[in-house]
């Protein structure tokens, strides 16, 4: 493997400042971006999709917990297989405490479409505690193309799916598969994919996890 070039400070504090503008440029395009992202279109959700969790059947609204927003993981767990993606896996492990995006009206949630019966155990396997559910009778995953049909064969693929609700009627805002998940993960990247972004619910303040009220 190539390793960097050895210099002295002052070449390599003349060359982090040339980097460092190329940075806040890239800060700047994406902030950019981000606010257009907000300003997309949305389209209203139609279909009564039926899922099946750990408290039993839930519908899409449901999922939202009582919060204006949602972000759904499409985990890779086809029904035959005995145990979900590793590079899902690897994306789960990477979410923070589920309090800094709830306080900010937003909840999460994994669906796949292996029967509940298969992602129970996987998910007491891997430790998590975040709400999974099974789309196994529905056409979730194929309608927000997490799922494809390729020569008669569904083909999993990662993705992340947006909705917002405005009391009874949700509306999916923003979807993105594959290399688009690169670098989400913490709570402000999940967030600047929201038609709300990093707009707080009742104060601008980061606290620690236990401090919020739901």
Known sequence: MS???????????????????????????????????????????DPEYVFEGGDGKANLLDLFDGRAQLIVHHFMFAPEWAAGCTG??????????????????????????????????????MGWSLPWYSSYHSDFNRDFEATLVVDDEPVERPGISCFLREHDRVFHTYAVHDRGLDGLGSTASLLDLTPLGRTPAGSDRVRYHDEYED
């Open 88 to 125: 899902c896996a690897a994306f789960l492990d990477q979410i923070g405490h589920l309090a800094h995006l709830r306080a900010r009206g937003t909840s999460f949630a994994v669906v796949s479409r292996a029967p509940l019966t298969r992602i129970l155990p996987f998910k007491a396997r």
């Open 3 to 45: 390793l960097p070039e050895t210099v002295s400070r002052e070449r390599w504090r003349a060359a982090r400042e040339e980097l460092l503008r190329k940075e806040e440029a890239l800060t700047r395009a994406r902030d950019a971006l981000n606010a257009e992202r907000r300003r997309l279109p949305m389209v209203e959700v």
